[in-house]
DNA sequence: TTTATTGT
């Protein structure tokens, strides 16, 4: 095991991470070479893919130089190319797909595809003109109040980030739904390392035509003083939102000629030093499959995936 | 630069 293997393993807990099996991403997906014919029929009636007739009369893609302000068809079908991770409670905004989690109040999943012209500096979107407001669509019950953040020492985290939606205001405006947030430690890791590694994402468009994200909460067990394992997380506000022990992020980047490169992290929601490489947060994407109960990009063609984690597959 | 909160 390398040296940078341990450091991450020691960081984001020992026994968490041992309680999952380190197999290899592309053993799962060598059997799954047909995975995108079978892709569209396996979706049930979601409410944006309700009926396929009805596709034809709802606007396709804007023309050139346009942008969509609402979750059109073509629009989700672009963001989610590569598989949805999970069905629960699934909502489509603006520019990205969220999967609710009612029973924590904190999102499963959300989905992003981002471009150089997405995350691209933009006078006219400015994001202090965004507010944080609760997803009226989520049943009062279930629904995240900014009441809940209020005092609580935690930041309202941004699980599709805003920076990653410039091409219009009504596009940030959509990032600040609290379906969309997480209670996150504000200093030294939301607005520190976790911010780097949005940044980093946001980076990879310099290289690749299409990045795809996926982004959410993990709630991570740990060994206590009893020799049992537990999941332990705080609960914040009136709703009791969870505060996840951890956050990842599945990356991947599809290159000009189609080839794919994968990227999986896991960062745990407490401070982290600056000077800590990203490295270190990375684990296999399988790891953050069975943790977080959700499979990432199963529609990919796994021809085109050429490395994860930056490794030659 | 972007990420955010504090009976300021």
Redesign the pocket.
Known sequence: MSTSKMRNILTIGATAISAFYLGTYTNRLQNKDDATEEGICRLPGLPFFSTVSAATLVPATPAPGEVNLTATPSRISQIMKYGFPGLDHVRSHSDYVLSYDRRNRVPHWVFEHITADSVA?NDAVD??KCD?RADESIHPYFRAQNTD??????????MA????H?LHQKHCDDTFLLSN?AP?V?QGF???S??RL??YVRKLTRTYANVYVCTGPLYLPHKEDDGKMYVKYEVIGPNTVAVPTHFYKVIVSEAADQKLHMEAYIMPNKVISDDTPLQVFQVPPETVERAAGLLFFDQMNRKQLVSVNGKKV
């Open positions: 500096k994001r202090s944080f953040y209020r005092r609580s020492g935690y930041d309202r985290g941004h980030a805003a920076g990653n410039r947030m996150q504000g939301n607005r520190d976790w911010n949005e940044s």
